[in-house]
């Protein structure tokens, strides 16, 4: 049996079963808390889980696999990153989330402000936010699939990507968050399962010698002329072609892992699954220990891919290293146990991969759209009038709507790196949803307007900034590979577009009057207690 036949008996039985998970949670959703939040009836562990599930996505397991493989020792600083940012989302925002929001991010900028127009500019976040990050998943699955169908032509991998994109809104539209989260805890096992199984083979092949593993893979795939720069500092950001600006670009990426987290909506609202803030707090803990247990074994796929694969092999799979894993499951699972070890290790690591795909799409799906009935239907159009039945047909319709957009993006997306792409997501939800939240939690002071500004001005500089990078125009990687508009020479845009936000943040605060001391009391005693949480959005 080929790889290709059984990979998508393996991929096949995954969506058979989590279909099955979905049909099951649609019998079962029956509110909007159902819809939403999953009723709050799962607990911190099981939370812990899916929180592991929604955040290990094909950036993690394919992108920083490849960015690795290919840039050594400057890819592994997007795992350090996507890790750290944890902290911040644990010590800063997951208990305090949770205990003043209900259902979405803007329940808890709309407590103590005008609600519409900072349900409007969240709103519009959250779906600019999940678009980005999806937009990397669907370019993950067009070259996962390339790699185990063996479709080399854009055409092809474009009617996969339309396929994974028909998946993820069945997901949503029918599942709700109950089946969304059952899905990512499903996909969480494997997915550990699966890397860890992939980390051992490698390292029994170097005799369990992290050093050995490293010197093969600087020999196979660093620079000639200098293998051991692919151990150093400078590989990809630093070079000296792109001088202060490449070290600057780092700096960036850093500030936009780190920071982004605690800004993803599809993050944020895992928060309102828990009964109590306790299982809040636990669910995060969780959370950490898988998603660094995780981050670790990415260090042994990339280095493995670079050592066992090879740089010229890898790009020849995807030129942005997104088949670094299931490459180097194919030559690890062939060097072991031989030809058919070889294809059912690609079939086994190809179908998680593409169930993590799956699982990641179906809750950044949930997230916009819920945003998009809860906050904006509801609450800006209707302005409160609507009933729980038509914002969960709403949420549904949007579902669709956005899934649509996710798909196009992604066509037009393919030849990025995925890693690459979620970190642009990142950049966007540090600059324009992290200073509202933090603000709107920390500052007795802040109003509408500072709200508002901070949204607005975080999100539109963040765009700005990568339509005239390097990202969009003027390369062989970018989107419009022979336009050349750049007029900002840095990739990552969040060492500008982070501080703006807070900026404006501040500003909008400072110029208005507003001022609620009754309300910011009792959010306050809310955030810090949970006394009244479930009404925190009726307000």
């Given at each position: 049996?080929?790889?290709?036949?059984?990979?998508?008996?393996?991929?096949?039985?995954?969506?058979?079963?989590?279909?099955?998970?979905?049909?099951?949670?649609?019998?079962?959703?029956?509110?909007?808390?159902?819809?939403?939040?999953?009723?709050?009836?799962?607990?911190?562990?099981?939370?812990?889980?899916?929180?592991?599930?929604?955040?290990?996505?094909?950036?993690?397991?394919?992108?920083?696999?490849?960015?690795?493989?290919?840039?050594?020792?400057?890819?592994?600083?997007?795992?350090?990153?996507?890790?750290?940012?944890?902290?911040?989302?644990?010590?800063?925002?997951?208990?305090?989330?949770?205990?003043?929001?209900?259902?979405?991010?803007?329940?808890?900028?709309?407590?103590?402000?005008?609600?519409?127009?900072?349900?409007?500019?969240?709103?519009?976040?959250?779906?600019?936010?999940?678009?980005?990050?999806?937009?990397?998943?669907?370019?993950?699955?067009?070259?996962?699939?390339?790699?185990?169908?063996?479709?080399?032509?854009?055409?092809?991998?474009?009617?996969?990507?339309?396929?994974?994109?028909?998946?993820?809104?069945?997901?949503?539209?029918?599942?709700?968050?109950?089946g969304t989260t059952w899905v990512q805890?499903?996909?969480?096992?494997?997915?550990?399962?699966?890397?860890?199984?992939?980390?051992?083979?490698?390292?029994?092949?170097?005799?369990?010698?992290l050093s050995s593993l490293l010197g093969?893979?600087?020999?196979?795939?660093?620079?000639?002329?200098?293998?051991?720069?692919?151990?150093?500092?400078?590989?990809?950001?630093?070079?000296?072609?792109?001088?202060?600006?490449?070290?600057?670009?780092?700096?960036?990426?850093?500030?936009?892992?780190?920071?982004?987290?605690?800004?993803?909506?599809?993050?944020?609202?895992?928060?309102?699954?828990?009964?109590?803030?306790?299982?809040?707090?636990?669910?995060?803990?969780?959370?950490?220990?898988?998603?660094?247990?995780?981050?670790?074994?990415?260090?042994?796929?990339?280095?493995?891919?670079?050592?066992?694969?090879?740089?010229?092999?890898?790009?020849?799979?995807?030129?942005?290293?997104?088949?670094?894993?299931?490459?180097?499951?194919?030559?690890?699972?062939?060097?072991?146990?031989?030809?058919?070890?070889?294809?059912?290790?690609?079939?086994?690591?190809?179908?998680?991969?593409?169930?993590?795909?799956?699982?990641?799409?179906?809750?950044?799906?949930?997230?916009?759209?819920?945003?998009?009935?809860?906050?904006?239907?509801?609450?800006?159009?209707?302005?409160?009038?609507?009933?729980?039945?038509?914002?969960?047909?709403?949420?549904?319709?949007?579902?669709?709507?956005?899934?649509?957009?996710?798909?196009?993006?992604?066509?037009?997306?393919?030849?990025?790196?995925?890693?690459?792409?979620?970190?642009?997501?990142?950049?966007?939800?540090?600059?324009?949803?992290?200073?509202?939240?933090?603000?709107?939690?920390?500052?007795?002071?802040?109003?509408?307007?500072?709200?508002?500004?901070?949204?607005?001005?975080?999100?539109?500089?963040?765009?700005?900034?990568?339509?005239?990078?390097?990202?969009?125009?003027?390369g062989e990687t970018a989107l419009f590979?022979?336009?050349?508009?750049?007029?900002?020479?840095?990739?990552?845009?969040?060492?500008?577009?982070?501080?703006?936000?807070?900026?404006?943040?501040?500003?909008?605060?400072?110029?208005?009057?507003?001022?609620?001391?009754?309300?910011?009391?009792?959010?306050?005693?809310?955030?810090?207690?949970?006394?009244?949480?479930?009404?925190?959005?009726?307000?």
């Open positions: 049996m080929s790889s290709t036949t059984l990979g998508m008996i393996l991929f096949l039985a995954f969506v058979a079963a989590t279909l099955a998970i979905t049909f099951w949670a649609s019998r079962q959703t029956k509110t909007a808390a159902d819809y939403y939040a999953g009723g709050r009836s799962f607990s911190g562990v099981q939370n812990g889980l899916a929180i592991g599930g929604d955040y290990m996505s094909a950036a993690s397991f394919l992108g920083i696999a490849g960015i690795i493989a290919l840039s050594g020792y400057d890819g592994f600083l997007y795992s350090i990153g996507f890790l750290v940012a944890w902290l911040v989302a644990l010590l800063l925002v997951a208990e305090l989330m949770r205990n003043s929001g209900k259902f979405t991010m803007a329940d808890v900028l709309a407590f103590r402000m005008s609600p519409r127009p900072v349900r409007t500019a969240a709103g519009v976040s959250t779906i600019v936010v999940s678009i980005f990050y999806l937009l990397a998943q669907m370019v993950g699955a067009g070259a996962l699939v390339g790699l185990l169908l063996g479709i080399t032509s854009d055409a092809g991998k474009a009617w996969t990507i339309v396929g994974v994109g028909a998946l993820m809104i069945i997901y949503v539209v029918f599942g709700g968050m109950k805890i499903v996909k969480a096992v494997l997915l550990m399962s699966g890397a860890a199984l992939v980390t051992v083979l490698v390292l029994a092949k170097f005799g369990f010698n093969q893979a600087a020999v196979k795939s660093g620079p000639p002329a200098n293998p051991e720069s692919f151990l150093s500092p400078g590989l990809k950001y630093g070079t000296e072609a792109q001088g202060l600006a490449g070290k600057i670009d780092l700096i960036s990426l850093g500030l936009a892992l780190v920071l982004g987290t605690a800004g993803l909506p599809h993050i944020l609202i895992r928060f309102y699954t828990v009964p109590t803030a306790k299982d809040a707090r636990k669910s995060v803990l969780w959370g950490i220990g898988i998603i660094g247990a995780f981050y670790l074994l990415t260090l042994v796929l990339g280095f493995g891919a670079a050592a066992l694969v090879g740089k010229t092999a890898i790009v020849a799979g995807d030129k942005a290293g997104n088949t670094a894993a299931p490459l180097l499951a194919q030559q690890i699972g062939a060097d072991i146990f031989g030809p058919v070890g070889g294809t059912i290790l690609l079939a086994l690591i190809g179908a998680v991969a593409f169930a993590t795909i799956l699982a990641v799409v179906a809750g950044l799906t949930l997230a916009s759209s819920s945003s998009f009935s809860h906050d904006l239907y509801a609450h800006v159009f209707k302005r409160g009038q609507a009933s729980e039945r038509q914002e969960v047909v709403v949420a549904r319709i949007s579902a669709l709507v956005i899934g649509a957009v996710a798909i196009g993006l992604g066509i037009l997306a393919q030849g990025q790196n995925v890693a690459f792409l979620v970190a642009l997501a990142f950049a966007v939800a540090a600059s324009g949803n992290l200073p509202a939240i933090l603000y709107s939690l920390f500052w007795k002071r802040f109003n509408t307007t500072g709200a508002v500004a901070a949204i607005y001005g975080g999100l539109v500089s963040a765009l700005v900034l990568v339509v005239f990078s390097p990202v969009v125009s003027g590979k022979t336009a050349d508009f750049v007029l900002f020479p840095l990739s990552n845009p969040g060492i500008v577009s982070i501080p703006i936000g807070f900026l404006c943040g501040w500003l909008g605060t400072i110029l208005s009057k507003e001022y609620n001391a009754g309300k910011w009391a009792e959010m306050e005693v809310r955030s810090l207690t949970g006394v009244g949480a479930e009404k925190a959005s009726e307000h």
